[in-house]
């Protein structure tokens, strides 16, 4: 299918990315101190269905993917970087909770993640937590026709190492659309100039996710999902679901 959407596609993404980020708002909101995991899960299915949509997450199986994925968001804490699984996980004080959540409506999809503080913030992990949001604005503010994916990604990458933090090595973001990880491949870190011309009606997936400290090694939890930084320190992640309009960049998750 064509990487390429139309303006009434565009509608379309953006209603199913608003009960992506009406779901996370629910989340996020509920997320405190000795809340399980599984909770907020339940609440996500819950939001999802009742907005008449569908998880994209939950049975997902890649390739690469031992078991499906169980839950119908991925709740990653402290140094889960990604793709954590929802358990019986009660949240702490301080705990950093990154959520990422996607979901189907009228065979669109939309993705979207957010990284927060459980309770009393460490000033470390805040700091950490809004060079992300930063890397996250510099990635979609370089979502321009004219732009090469190649600015795109050095605007994410650039605004990270700048920053001090670590990139989470061989994952970035990706084209979305009628499935959930499509072409073209978007990057968190690149070359200014270089990759394929950004185009009025292309639609991404733009995802930083930093870690603690300068490495970006990680390894993957024997569930067969959570990857871990590898240094064992917190790492966060923000996501949107953007449109290259010719007007500009569209976030297409905001509630
Ligand atoms: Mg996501
Ligand atoms: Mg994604």
Redesign the pocket.
């Known amino acids: 299918m064509s990487m390429i959407k139309t303006p009434e596609q565009i509608a379309l993404m953006r209603e199913a990315g608003r009960v992506v980020a009406n779901t996370l708002a629910a989340v996020r909101q509920a997320a405190g101190v000795g809340v399980t995991l599984r909770d907020l899960d339940a609440l996500a299915a819950e939001t999802i269905a009742t907005a008449g949509a569908t998880p994209a997450f939950l049975d997902y199986h890649p390739r690469w993917a031992a078991v499906p994925f169980p839950g119908v968001i991925c709740t990653s804490v402290n140094d889960a970087v990604v793709h954590g699984i929802p358990d019986g996980y009660r949240l702490q004080d301080g705990d950093l909770l990154s959520v ?1 959540c ?1 979901a189907f409506l009228e065979g669109w999809c939309g ?3 957010v990284s927060f503080i459980v309770g009393t913030p460490d000033p470390v992990d805040q700091a950490l937590i809004d060079a992300t949001d930063a890397a996250l604005a510099r990635g979609i503010e370089a979502a321009r026709i004219g732009n090469k994916m190649g600015d795109l990604a050095y605007a994410i990458g650039g605004a990270a190492r700048r920053a001090g933090y670590g990139l989470l090595a061989d994952h970035g973001g990706h084209g979305i659309g009628r499935t959930m990880h499509a072409e073209p491949p978007v990057p968190n870190d690149g070359r200014p100039g270089r990759g394929i011309k950004l185009t009025e009606g292309l639609v991404i ?1 733009i ?1 930083p996710m930093l870690i603690l400290g300068r490495k970006d090694d990680y390894y993957q939890d024997d569930d067969g999902w959570t990857l871990r930084s590898a240094n064992g320190r917190r790492a966060a992640h923000s ?1 949107h679901t953007v449109a290259i309009t010719a007007d500009g960049p569209l976030i297409l998750t905001l509630p």
Request: overall charge negative; hydrophobic content about 40%; proline content about 0%.
């Open positions: 990422d996607g993705d979207a993640a997936a995802e996501e």
